[in-house]
């Protein structure tokens, strides 16, 4: 059986840390979609990290990491993230990345860049990282393969064809400089020496580690909500962020993803722009929060950006959760909360004078106000607590609410940011 880590949110619900501790006990992990537009921040005995690319289980001597087909692959900072880490004394990781995954170009994140700025006001909030112009590429059959490196006449040949549709917009869009054609090969033939040592046929690798019983653990990037398809669309990411599509980002068969751990935070936070309707609008509430909150404070781990802050989001989470398939939630960041007074969760969504529990489209989600229920917090700290009983029974009934709201039982509860600051239940 294969295990998904997945979010049920905007992202930055603390999957980083959940995948670092279920890849204990996998043999393999794979980054299934996303690129470098996401950070997963991890606290182990090496340090501290921010991972962008890598999959977050690098830092086991006995897994093989790997980058699936799916995935937005950003050979530079692959690179650099392996230094990174190595650097810091972390064993040469297993790394292997697929044949079949696509290549971030360096006019992909130009284009990201120069869209943010013709739009200004009206921005998605874009990390800059060339996500939504490459996803643009591979589906309008564009895009590069990490294989198509090795043939070089092939690639000229694709690169000139591209360069004449991209030119027309840099002049007549964007106002900038046209692409060079030599100057992209150079630096393919740069791409080509760095990604090398680590291509494989990960299709047929994950095939014959699955034929002997090997542990697969498929690392998601981003959280439901930031779904092209079931997202707050238009601002969401551009590939899926749904466990499904483990099995096409990885290519291996759906039914064998039979655990699907959906990681829940237990406040709300989002990083750019986009619908949240239990946004705290109190701002010094919401810097309190947000300064006491994560490891060091809600910051993109990619973009550094001060996270946008919200109480817990019953209609949302339950909707994630869903849309995610979710098997079991692991509870995150429980151990913030312990200075407050009272918890407000909003468990509804007035719309148009009426109450509804389901999470609606974007259209009417903009009209959405909060319905809350509050709780009475803990007033304590719990960190360093490990069973269940021995949490303060308001906290337990603030997971206990949480639980039977989302309709999905939950497993595991975070409260701290190092690898074993855990509670199994």
């Known amino acids: ?237 551009s590939s899926s962020t749904l466990a499904g599509y483990g099995a096409i980002g990885a290519g291996v068969p759906p039914y064998e993803i039979g655990r699907i751990v959906t990681v829940v935070k237990a406040y709300s936070s989002a990083v750019g722009a986009g619908e949240f309707v239990s946004e705290i609008e109190d701002e010094a509430e919401a810097d309190e929060l947000r300064r006491r909150g994560g490891d060091g404070g809600e910051y993109g781990a990619t973009t550094g950006r001060p996270r946008r802050m919200g109480w817990f989001d019953a209609v949302a989470s339950r909707y994630g959760c869903r849309v995610q398939g979710a098997t079991e939630v692991a509870l995150t960041v429980l151990d913030v909360l312990g200075y407050l007074d009272e918890l407000p969760i909003c468990v509804g969504y007035e719309i148009d004078g009426k109450v509804t529990r389901d999470f609606p489209t974007t259209n009417l989600l903009k009209k959405a106000k909060p319905v809350y229920e509050t709780l009475p917090g803990w007033k304590c700290d719990i960190d360093g607590i490990r069973e269940y009983d021995k949490l303060p029974e308001n906290c337990r009934k603030y997971i206990e609410f949480i639980e039977k709201e989302l309709e999905v039982p939950i497993k595991m509860v975070s409260n701290g940011p190092g690898r074993h600051d855990i509670i199994y239940r």
């Open 1 to 237: 059986m294969i295990t998904a880590v997945v979010g049920a949110n905007w992202g930055d619900e603390g999957k980083g840390k959940i995948t670092d501790m279920l890849g204990e006990e996998s043999d393999i992990i794979v980054r299934f979609q996303g690129g470098a537009n996401a950070g997963h921040t991890i606290v182990n005995d090496y340090g501290k990290f921010a991972l962008h690319i890598l999959p977050s289980g690098v830092f086991y001597d006995h897994t093989t990491s790997i980058i699936g087909n799916g995935v937005a692959l950003n050979i530079p900072e692959l690179v650099k993230e392996i230094r990174e880490i190595t650097d810091k004394g972390v064993p040469m990781p297993k790394i292997k990345v697929s044949d079949r995954a696509q290549i971030v170009m360096p006019y992909h994140i130009l284009f990201d860049e120069y869209e943010e700025e013709r739009l200004a006001g009206k921005s998605f909030g874009s990390t800059k990282s060339g996500i939504a112009p490459f996803y643009s590429d591979k589906y309008a059959k564009i895009g590069i393969q990490v294989s198509e490196l090795f043939d070089e006449a092939e690639l000229r040949e694709k690169l000139e064809g591209i360069a004449v549709k991209k030119n027309i917009l840099l002049e007549h869009l964007y106002h900038k400089p046209a692409l060079d054609v030599d100057e992209l090969m150079q630096t393919m033939s740069e791409y080509k020496k760095m990604i090398e040592p680590y291509v494989c046929d990960v299709g047929t690798f994950l095939f014959n580690a699955r034929k002997e019983g090997k542990r697969i653990l498929l690392e998601g990037q981003l959280g439901s909500l930031k779904d092209p398809d079931h997202g707050i669309y238009p601002m969401v990411t």
